[in-house]
């Protein structure tokens, strides 16, 4: 019979000892590592989809956008502002140049989506193409480039829309030269600035997909949604109208994923149909099952053409949702 001498027994014991300890402690660090990676993550994740427009208030969007933060809990600078340069007239373009630098002066760490018209009521989008309101374009890109370097740049929104002036139908060709017109002009005042090129949802008033300006000066694909009065229950209306609608929901992934782009959703919100919890739960849903391929996202908490605002009480099943998905 084979015998082992105690002591080297002992030594092996301690030496299985030993490893098994420090493969433990391994296992607990790496477990740690990857909790407080995804912690991080889900920090990120839920501050990027809680951006917003919100009103101009005393002095300024951004204090107002300070407590928009504080209300979901994010941090600081976390989140992306949505603010309008000049839509009314030309001269609007060099009388309102310094309204980026009220949000540099407010809060420098801030990053804001900046509308910029493609042109104005009465200027047929032949004459941006062209050239001939270059000057404009510039005042407006050297205001932005000094507060917001790295802003997103979301030119010609909505262009499927009947009421825009960039209005596209008809004059797609106008609209591209148009839009790589611009988006050249910005890119010489920063080389860090994104470009959304975002449609309202659903068929609309035109094919959206026929004024797309290109690849090379795109970087997101935009859709805005709103909840609106349609018939059946709010299962089938969110179905319907919104996800399977054509240049809907799955169309702009489908479209985004062939261009090679990210998504985003530069405005969203409740108001039209009135207080729809679900209508929220969806979105959030939406959001979260694309996380990966969405850049960022932006409530419209501004009541304009209808309700919107959605921290003031006047659709409280709604604010309540909001508050708890998009909290951090």
Known sequence: MFRTDPRRRRKHGLRRLVLFLVAFVLTVLLLAHVDSNAASRAVFTQAKFAGAFVNWGPTGREHTLQAWEKWLQQEPSSVLGVDFYGQTTWEDFS???WVPGVWKKLNSARNVVWSIPLTMKGTPLAEIADGLRDAEFEVAARAISEAHPQAVIRL???????EMAWFAKGHEADYIKAFRRVVEIFRRHSAGFKFDWCPGWGPQDMPADLSYPGDDVVDYIGLDVYDFKHEGTVEERWNTFYVKAPFGLEWQREFARLH?????????????????????????????KNEDSIAYAAYFDVDGAWPTQIDNGQFPNSQRLFRKLFSR
Do not use: C, T
Not at 156 to 162: I, P
Not at 260 to 287: A, C, L, T
């Open 95 to 97: 009388r309102l140049n």
């Open 260 to 288: 090679g782009k990210r998504m985003s959703y530069p405005e969203w919100g409740v108001g039209n149909f009135g207080d729809n919890p679900f209508f929220i739960q969806q979105m959030h849903d939406w959001f979260m």
């Open 156 to 162: 010609g929104w909505e262009m499927n829309l009947a």
